[in-house]
């Protein structure tokens, strides 16, 4: 798969433009291109090979874009592209990626300090020397440093949804090597962590030299950094470090539950064997020189009196103790999922229309979708004003009827908490919604008591149904918002509203350690997409693999319900 890699051209062209100075359309043109591409899950190449009308037919691709892409597939670059380059100061690109330097201050701190490199940005921010520049006062000053850091985190690890289609692609080329037996990506992939490192590939074959020296030769691999009797690591172009791990097939399962970890995990498994006499490795489950287990997972554990135990539990956060104990939580599955209960459409700033994402959803078998598009403050997202609210609930109830209700579109809003805790809507418009989130998009440096307070007011108000994406942190561009979470979950809980977990992939959101706390109290979960595009309701996936890391049941999850039950729950909650 080409998509990253055409991804981050087009996101670097947006951004070099912008440091130019140049048409903001056409830097947003760029942009919106590239996190089409990153987003994405067919590989572009097939897309491409269906000619150049499927390729326009992708959001925010026109002529001239498609044009670029198939460039890139037919040379491997993009001439613009290295024109652009000659053009900005080596290492700007890298400056722009810390949050809060856009073009214009990256601009300023080059032409007045030099700063071309995360160094030189650190120096100019630790010194003190940017409080002379136009805009930097102390408190900006503090915020950068802030956001260097996090950006230097970002730079070592990448959000999960963004590498696992990627993943998986290559994974079905391993897969199809002659001589593997079976293949599995395990890491931090398969617990379902909200960031990867980089990608562990475990496979098992008797002709390990010969599989290695295949799977290092794969199109996409830009770097072969070590290959081994048993291990290869490489770098996919840009710059994802891969692993791939062979054992006999007999150690498949051993191999497996050591690849996957955690390991704090591992090392309290293999502690658990030690105290029975036993050895645990990659290899298997020993007594002395004889293996007792080793072949499937399954085996492994049960070898060390413990039932299987799913990997995004394996963090070492009591597990093994619940597993020991008999009290592992019965998770809830994508499977059981009958709906997706936040989306946007073309009435704010989604790409599909109503009917589309029906359609959609019918395709998946969901019972519901609830269409939330944004309230009319939040003017960046094209937020749907006053004047159009009837309008858009009149063309969801067409809709409902054209398909007979399968499934039926639930028509909701999301809508804005003000700096104060109001809402952007009026209650009229609000008692007009079938179902009512409320999100924090803006104000993010408010106090913790700030903060909790305007959050507990939005919650307060008795049309609203659930709070959409609650600490309103971005993977790497944004940290959690500073609150009192048991104060607002003991609201919620009291007030019989639900916590959302947003499985965009640059969200994912209640976290799922939060979502452990606030399940521990007794709260119900909404799970969503906040699908912007058709594609983007795949992140489902996500959604559900950060319930299952917070511990929580199907029970726990409003839309693993029918859509009796949930409309009969939206109403209870109003009273």
């Known amino acids: 798969m080409k998509n990253a890699e055409i991804a981050r051209i087009f996101q670097e062209m947006a951004e070099m433009l912008a440091f130019l100075g140049e048409n903001p359309f056409r830097v947003r043109a760029y942009a919106q291109a590239a996190r089409t591409l990153a987003d994405l899950e067919a590989p572009i190449e097939a897309v491409a090979a269906q000619g150049t009308e499927a390729l326009e037919a992708l959001p925010a691709i026109g002529p001239d874009l498609a044009a670029k892409i198939q460039e890139y597939l037919h040379t491997g670059a993009i001439q613009a592209h290295a024109r652009l380059a000659q053009q900005v100061p080596q ?17 300023l701190l080059w032409d007045r300090l030099g700063v071309n490199s995360l160094e030189t940005l650190q120096a100019a921010l630790a010194s003190g020397r ?65 960031t990867v490192g980089d990608l562990d590939f475990l496979i098992a074959t008797e002709k390990p030299a010969e599989v290695l020296a295949a799977l290092v030769r794969l199109p996409g691999i830009a770097d072969v950094e070590a290959v081994g009797e048993n291990r290869a690591t490489v770098f996919l172009q840009g710059g994802l470090q891969v692993d791939f791990k062979t054992v006999p097939p007999a150690a498949w399962g ?12 591992s090392i309290k498994l293999r502690t658990l064997a030690q105290k029975q006499g036993l050895k645990l490795n990659e290899y298997g489950v020993w007594r002395g020189k004889a293996r007792l287990a080793g072949e499937d997972e399954e085996g492994v554990y049960r070898a060390l009196g413990l039932p299987w135990i799913p990997p ?43 009917l589309e994402l029906a359609q959609a959803a019918a395709k998946l078998g969901y019972e519901y979708l609830a269409v939330t598009d944004h309230s009319q403050s939040l003017k960046v997202a094209h937020g749907v004003p006053l004047d159009k609210v009837q309008a858009r609930l009149k063309e969801i109830r067409q ?28 209650e009229k418009v609000l008692r007009g919604l079938e179902v009512v989130l409320v999100a924090v998009h803006s104000h993010f440096h408010l106090s913790r008591a700030q903060q909790t307070k305007r959050i ?42 639900a916590l959302e977990i947003d499985g965009y992939y640059d969200r994912m959101d209640l976290p799922d350690t939060l979502a452990r706390q606030a399940g521990g109290m007794g709260l119900l979960f909404s799970l969503s997409t906040d699908a912007h595009q058709l594609d983007h309701l795949r992140f489902m996936e996500l959604a559900v693999g950060t319930a299952q890391r917070a511990w929580l049941g199907p029970q726990q999850i409003l839309n693993t319900r029918s859509l009796a039950a949930l409309l009969d729950w939206l109403r209870a909650v109003r009273g």
């Open 312 to 354: 995004p539990l394996r963090e070492d956060s009591g597990e093994i103790e619940a597993a020991q104990g008999g009290r592992l939580p019965r998770l809830v599955t994508l499977q059981e999922i009958r709906g997706d209960l936040q989306v946007h459409s073309r009435w704010s700033d989604g790409k599909a229309s109503l």
């Open 399 to 426: 809709v409902n009827e054209q398909t007979g209700g399968k499934p039926y579109l639930l028509a909701g809003a999301e809508v804005e908490v003000l700096a104060d805790g109001s809402l952007d809507y009026p």
């Open 130 to 194: 940017v409080r002379g520049l136009p805009g930097f006062g102390e408190k900006k000053r503090r915020h950068l440093l802030e956001n260097l850091a996090l950006a230097e985190t970002a730079a070592q690890r990448r959000p999960l949804g963004a590498v696992l289609g990627q993943a998986r692609a290559l994974l079905e080329q391993v897969r199809a090597q002659p001589g593997v037996v079976q293949a599995e990506v395990c890491g931090s992939l398969r617990r379902y962590r909200e």
């Open 91 to 107: 290492g700007i690109l890298e400056v722009l990626r810390v949050p809060g330097v856009g073009p214009k201050t990256a601009k």
């Open 456 to 497: 507990l007011r939005a919650l307060e108000h008795p049309a609203v149904h659930i709070l959409a994406h609650p600490t309103a942190r971005m993977l790497g561009v944004r940290k959690e918002l500073e609150a009192d979470w048991e104060k607002i979950f003991r609201r919620a809980q009291a007030l019989g509203k």
């Open 254 to 265: 051993s191999g497996l539950q050591y690849l996957t970890g955690s390991k704090a995990h």
